[in-house]
């Protein structure tokens, strides 16, 4: 009986700083096509991220609009790098976003290196947070767990850094 060999696809563990450090965004330019599509309704997300243990450094913010996006870490629908606010918190705002399933995962750079850091076993040394509070074994939690539904006009959703 002859074995087939089978690739599966792992998720690469807490690849968000890599991602975030990537530059450059895509744009498509409008068709005459666009017009026939469905209306979907876009709005506002408003994250506001808690549980910072200093003000140092950054916080690194990633949304994920499909599964493969977010196990891979690599095609992330927004994101950005905040500022950590007097109060030891950062909000962060995204502005004409299309209703649907998205994730949210956030680390704090605390020593500004522009890139998570990690122990031996790959666990993040920083603080890290995920939508829905939603935690991995050996890893960040799958999409399924992370995942929270978008709704216009305004979706407010809070992390907290652990």
Known sequence: MERKS???HRPRPWAIGTLLLATGTASVPAT???DLAPSV???TLSVRVTG???GKGR???ALFDSEQGY???TDAARKAWLEIGDDKESVWRVHDLPEGEYALIAYHDENGNGEIDMRVLGMPKEPVAVSNDARGVFGPPRFKAAK????APLT???LRLR
């Open 41 to 43: 309704a876009h709005g």
């Open 32 to 34: 005459a096509d666009d």
């Open 6 to 8: 089978v690739t599966r």
């Open 71 to 73: 196990e891979t870490q």
């Open 59 to 61: 916080l690194a913010i």
């Open 52 to 54: 910072f243990e200093s």
């Open 156 to 158: 407010r959703h809070d």
């Open 148 to 151: 929270f539904r978008f709704d």
